[in-house]
Every structure is written in structure tokens, then in C-alpha cells.
């Protein structure tokens, strides 16, 4: 019975422990697919994140998303500008500039909050607006500082990044400001010689793609950084002796039109950002301004007259009375009231003489002539954008060349007047002005010759004779023999012409028996010194062409002569 019913019993509880046995085991299963499930989904989240790694570590982060969405400009090179000693003038550096990416931003106005202790000058409307747009890229701050950067990276802000880009740096400062122009926040020439290499195949290259590793060949400019620096100081010297609101300065070789220096006061400094639209007296006065250049015009008017031939050295002009046209009285200076010879209407700076000489060669004639010498047509092919357009009368009657044959009543560029200058000196070969290095040969054929040589050699001892006798005597300089002619000029003002306001220049050349550079200074609105009553070009442009001379012909390769040269030009004529 007992065995029947034990028997029974496992007959009974076979079945049930099978049926429990299948149901754990359909769950266990079910368990181990689920896992297996879960596992492949994160081995597939973290193969597409492995995935995603190893292509952005492969590819090149120029072509990445952000960087497409910064202007490519940003990153392009410049070549470094040097002058003709191989001197670095302009060159790039690398500087890290703040973007952010704002849909990564958490939180906009905590992120503008700690970027303004680094920041302190940052604008919370603009940067609020950028990092709450849609956006995907937007810029916070150009060019920062290696310590703004590494404070801001210590900030750890989330969605703000960093771009290495290139930033133009001149060494000098703002000793060639105008001749180097300036780049805008990304790295393209806006003017000077800057903006003439991007015009002429820099922008090309970088709109193909090009210059953004490679490095490119230096840009070797005409210009001597030595001299630069003595005419900037000259001039600067010049403007706070003698009170003047402005002054500008241009040394060029006579034989090859190269601008071995030239600048203009005030300047900037191109490492800071200027804005020379709002700041307009800053503009390069040498080339982008035009002056009514007041008796250094009568070099012209006196060469115009020997080169037609009606006119020698030893031709006489009454100067005893004023000259009068209409309403117009011409008088001198400082008048002799005597008959003077054309080197006593030169070195006298005769209003009158001068008058004649240009009433004889005439009004067409006239016009011609300094229409032939580069004065009244806009310089072209010049290298800096900045060049200004002479003005002269519409129609050209008896009283404009007058007033014109001693420097009134036309404006034209102090870089055409000392180009034309070297004409008269040089053989009377007029060479287009470059800041570019140029060969005499070179030279030889871009020249054209507009005045005789026999009119240059009388041109040459005439200003010599000037320095030694006339109004030029503060512009000697022993051993160097300078020769040149003042020019004082009265400002127009409300249409009239003012006795109180000035415009001074000394047109100069050096050594005048064989003339190798052109010296022009201007002296804008000089105050009379201490004792004096007249502030005369000879007193304060003069002397500043001298310390410009002193200074840079050793340099230049001019060596003194003290032997009585300059007496043996005089006495040849």
C-alpha cells in the first residue's frame, strides 16, 4: 500500500517537474536574449562613436564643419615685406582668435558673464544675440593675446573654441606707415603697397586656394629703413620746433625713380587698427595730396624759359615795379626794385622776373610744358591707391600763368614735384616715381626726356647757387653740396588766400654737380620762432632737407667732397 501510494506519488510529481523545468528555462532564455540585445546596442553605439573618431582623426580639420563655416580668408598667408637691405618691414604672425558654436551653448548669459572677466570690453547685446542665433559658427573676438587665451581655455566653457589665424605685425611701428598701407581683420590689403600686392596676384592665389601653407617669396621694396627712419624724424623734429600742423618728406634717386624713403605727419601706427576715413589728417600727404607748391614752381618756370631757347643766363628782367592785370597786383617779397639776370630772379625768388620769364614762352607753351613734365596729369602706374589728381584752371588765361609760373593758382602731388625735379637734374630724363628696386637701365627705358641736358646743366648750377647765396641757405651741408629752392606759399582759406597761414617746401638735390637723390620736404602751417617774425620756407624746410641729407647720404653711398666743387660750377657759367 505504502509502496503503491510512494509509487503513485512519483508517478505523479514526474510530470509537474518537467512542466516547472521548461517554464525557467523559456525564461532564462528569454533573459539571455534581452542581454544579448542590450549588449549589441551599446557595442553598436560605441562602434558608430569609435567610428565617428577615427574619421574626424584622419581628415584633415581645415574641412571640417566649423571651418567651412569660417571665411577661409582668415587663414591665408601674406609674404613678409622687406626693404632693399633685406630688412623686415611687414610680416604674419600667428594669433588665436575666440569662436563659439551655439547650439552647444548651455547657458548664453553665464557664458558672456565669465568671458567678460577675460573680456572686459565685450559688447553683452552683439555676443548675447550671436550665441543664442541658429547659427552654427559665429566669431566672438579677433586676435587675442596668448594669456586672454589661456584664460578663457581655463574657463571651460562649454561650445567656445579657439582658430590660430595669420596677423599682419610691423616691426617699425609707424616709422613706413604710409608706404605699407594695412590689412583689415583678415589679413587682406586695404592700402599702401599692402592692398597693391593682394591686387596684383596675392588675392588671385588665395581665391584658388593657394599661399595658405607654402610660404611665400619676400616682397623687397625700394625703400631703405635707415633713411625712413631719419626723414620721420626730421620731420617729426620739424613739426614740434616750428608748431606746424603737418609735414611730409621724399627721398628719391634721380636716375632710377626709386623712393628710398618717404613719409607723412601725422601718421598711425599699422599694428593698430585705424580708421583713416574718420582720422583724415593722417592721410599720406606725399602722393594722396595735392599743394599749391608756391615758389618751388619757379624751378619749373625757370627751366621752361631756357629750354624754349627765348631765355639764357645772362637774359635781364625789370623788377622795379609790381606787375599789374585787372584787379591783380604782383609784387615780390622782398623785392630789389632793380633789373635783375635770371640767376638774381632765381636766387631773389622774384615774383615779377619769374612772371616775365613764363610771359615770354607763353600761355600755351606754358601749359605744355608743365604738362610734359609729369605736373598736371594724374600719376599713373604708380604702386600706392592713395594718388591724388592735380587741379589747374579750366581755361588757362594771361593772369593763371602768372599766378602759376610762381606756384599759385595750380596743386599737384609733392611725389610729381620731386620727379619732376629730377628731370632737371638728371640729364632731363622724367622716370615714373616706383617703390619698387629698379636698375638705371631700367630706368633708361621707362624715362622719356622732356628737357634738354645743356637746360639740366643750368638747372644744376642755379640751385646750387641758391643754397650758396639765396633763400636755401640753411640747407648746406658741408662736404655734401646740396642744391634746391625754397618755396613759401600762402594757404587758401574760405576762398581766399591767408597771410597767416603757410604752406612751406624745399625742393632740393644732392651732390648738385652730379645729382643722385631729390630731396622734398614740406613744412604745412609752420609758427615763426622764438625772436622771428617770418616762419619762410627757408627757415624751417631748409634746414630739415639738411638734417635729412647729414644723416642719410653716408648711407647712401655718397661720399663728401671738400674741395671747392661748388666754385667750379659757378665759374663755368
Known amino acids: 500500500m505504502k509502496k503503491a501510494f510512494l509509487k503513485g506519488l512519483m508517478g505523479r510529481s514526474k ?3 518537467l512542466t516547472l523545468s521548461s517554464s525557467r528555462k523559456a525564461r532564462n532564455e528569454q533573459a539571455a536574449a534581452r542581454i544579448l540585445l542590450v549588449m549589441a546596442g551599446v557595442v553598436l553605439v560605441y562602434a558608430i562613436i569609435a567610428g565617428r573618431l577615427i574619421y574626424y582623426g584622419f581628415s584633415d580639420p581645415k574641412t571640417g564643419s566649423i571651418h567651412r563655416l569660417a571665411d577661409r580668408s582668415t587663414s591665408a598667408t601674406r609674404p613678409e615685406l622687406v626693404d632693399r637691405n633685406g630688412e623686415t618691414l611687414a610680416m604674419d604672425i600667428k594669433m588665436a582668435s575666440l569662436f563659439a558654436e551655439p547650439h552647444i551653448i548651455v547657458d548664453a548669459d553665464e ?24 547659427a552654427k559658427f559665429v566669431w566672438l573676438k579677433r586676435e587675442l593675446t596668448p594669456k586672454q587665451q589661456s584664460r578663457i581655455l581655463a574657463l571651460g566653457i562649454p561650445g567656445i573654441g579657439f582658430r590660430t589665424e595669420n596677423r599682419r605685425f610691423y616691426p617699425g611701428g609707424p616709422t613706413a606707415a604710409h608706404i605699407l598701407g594695412q590689412v583689415n581683420v583678415d589679413n587682406v590689403g586695404i592700402s599702401g603697397i599692402e592692398k597693391y600686392v593682394d591686387d596684383n596676384g596675392l588675392a588671385d592665389l588665395h581665391a584658388a586656394g593657394f599661399a595658405r601653407k607654402r610660404e611665400l ?9 635707415r633713411v625712413q627712419h631719419f626723414i ?7 613739426m614740434k620746433r616750428y608748431k606746424a600742423v603737418a609735414a611730409a618728406g621724399i627721398v628719391l634717386n634721380a636716375h632710377t625713380g626709386e623712393i628710398v624713403g618717404m613719409s607723412s605727419l601725422p601718421d598711425y601706427n599699422p599694428n593698430e587698427k585705424t580708421d583713416l576715413r574718420k582720422e583724415k589728417d593722417k592721410f599720406n600727404r606725399i602722393s594722396g595730396g595735392v599743394f599749391e607748391m608756391g615758389s618751388t614752381f619757379k624751378a619749373f618756370t625757370t627751366a621752361m624759359a631756357l629750354d624754349s631757347g627765348k631765355v639764357s643766363l645772362k637774359s635781364r628782367f625789370d623788377a622795379r615795379k609790381p606787375i599789374r592785370i585787372g584787379r591783380f597786383r604782383i609784387n615780390d617779397f622782398h623785392g630789389k626794385k632793380r633789373i635783375l639776370s635770371v640767376p638774381e630772379v632765381f636766387i631773389y625768388s622774384s615774383n615779377i622776373g619769374t612772371a616775365k620769364m613764363a610771359d615770354v614762352v607763353g600761355i600755351d607753351g606754358h601749359q605744355e610744358f608743365l604738362t610734359r613734365i609729369g605736373l598736371l596729369s594724374r600719376l599713373e602706374g604708380f604702386e600706392l591707391p592713395e594718388v591724388a589728381r592735380p587741379t589747374q584752371p579750366k581755361v588757362w588765361k594771361k593772369v593763371n600763368s602768372i599766378t602759376i609760373s610762381y606756384g599759385h593758382g595750380i596743386s599737384t602731388t609733392p611725389l610729381q614735384t620731386a620727379a619732376a625735379a629730377a628731370a632737371l637734374v638728371n640729364g632731363g630724363m622724367l622716370i615714373p616715381p616706383t617703390l619698387f628696386p629698379r636698375t638705371r637701365d631700367e630706368a633708361q627705358r621707362l624715362g622719356k ?3 634738354s641736358s645743356a637746360t639740366s646743366d643750368k638747372m644744376r648750377y642755379l640751385m646750387r647757387l641758391n643754397v650758396l647765396k639765396g633763400s636755401g641757405k640753411r640747407a ?10 625754397t618755396g613759401t606759399a600762402e594757404k587758401v582759406v574760405n576762398g581766399r588766400y591767408s597771410r597767416a597761414k603757410r ?8 651732390p648738385v654737380d652730379d645729382p643722385q637723390y631729390v630731396v622734398l620736404v614740406i613744412v604745412d602751417e609752420p609758427k615763426p620762432e622764438e625772436g622771428k617774425y617770418y616762419a619762410t620756407a627757408g627757415m624751417n624746410a631748409a634746414p630739415t632737407v639738411a638734417r635729412i641729407v647729414e644723416r642719410s647720404a653716408p648711407l647712401l653711398g655718397v661720399d663728401p667732397t671738400f674741395e671747392p666743387a661748388a666754385n667750379a660750377i659757378l665759374s663755368s657759367y
Request: cysteine-free.
Open 15 to 17: 510530470p509537474q517537474s
Open 111 to 134: 557664458a558672456i558673464e565669465l568671458l567678460s572677466t577675460v573680456l572686459p570690453d565685450i559688447e553683452f547685446k552683439s555676443v548675447h544675440k550671436k550665441l543664442t542665433s541658429k
Open 217 to 225: 617669396e619676400p616682397v623687397k621694396l625700394a625703400v631703405d629703413l
Open 232 to 238: 620721420r624724424d626730421a620731420l617729426s623734429e620739424a
Open 449 to 451: 626726356q622732356v628737357v
Open 476 to 485: 648746406n651741408v658741408e662736404g655734401f653740396r646740396v642744391g634746391g629752392k
Open 503 to 510: 604752406f612751406n617746401a624745399f625742393l632740393s638735390a644732392f
